[in-house]
């Protein structure tokens, strides 16, 4: 594998994006790990569960990547289930780090289970629409029913119960909690356009944008998941 790998770096095209930001994507996701997990060390013990997590979303999306990238370059295609398993577990972690901070304002395990199963919905219903029914309306109805998953989620954590338990936290929590749901609700939001840049019948509108879908979704997945960790790092070292 490492000579695939070696072999495949000497041949990327300068002006594969793609393979460019699978490439980065490695190195960010692994710098990343190593800074959250170095970092338990020094945050308070209450804070520790909360960046383990945060690594190990990192770690896990690292692991992905260098399959991705590996695929990309062999197969020429987009990695789509790699990518798939990865959010899979990656998002479900990113739905535990609500719950952790909203613990000590009494998060039950059931808000975490509604977050996580609205999070399965919505990807499980992606993975259909871009791999399996991905003609005809397929990509739109499938997509359509990934969004309401999504605004779901949305619902949940900037109006819902896990809103009233952010209420009812210390400053710096709620402060935190406001800047996660930015992520959910703009960071996020990067995917859906992935989605319909990359998947055959959507609306016209995107075709005709000049990005491909895997630069689109790497660009988001190092937002989202080094920014939820880098949020709740800067939580755990000013919440003591
Ligand atoms: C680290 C990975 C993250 C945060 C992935 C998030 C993925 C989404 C929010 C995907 C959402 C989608 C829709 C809302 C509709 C179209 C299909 C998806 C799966 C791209």
Known sequence: MISTILSAVQAMASDDYVGFTFFVGC?????ASAFFFLSMGSVEGKWKTSLLVSGLITFIAAVHYFYMRDYWAVVGESPTFFR????????PLMCVEFYLILKAAGAKTGLLW?????????????YLGEAVYNTGSGPAIW???????????????MAGEAKQLAQASSPAVQKAHDILCKFVLIGWGIYPLGY???TEGWYDFVDGIPVDMDVVYNIGDAI?????????YSLAVSDK
């Open 27 to 31: 190195m960010a996701m692994m710098a």
């Open 84 to 91: 798939y398993v990865d959010w899979t577990l990656t998002v």
């Open 114 to 126: 509604k977050l996580i199963w609205a999070s399965v919905v919505m990807l499980v219903a992606g």
């Open 143 to 157: 997509g359509l029913f990934s969004g309401l998953a999504y605004f779901y989620i949305v619902y949940l954590i």
């Open 196 to 198: 319909m840049i990359g």
């Open 224 to 232: 989202n998941k080094i920014g939820f960790g880098l949020v709740i």
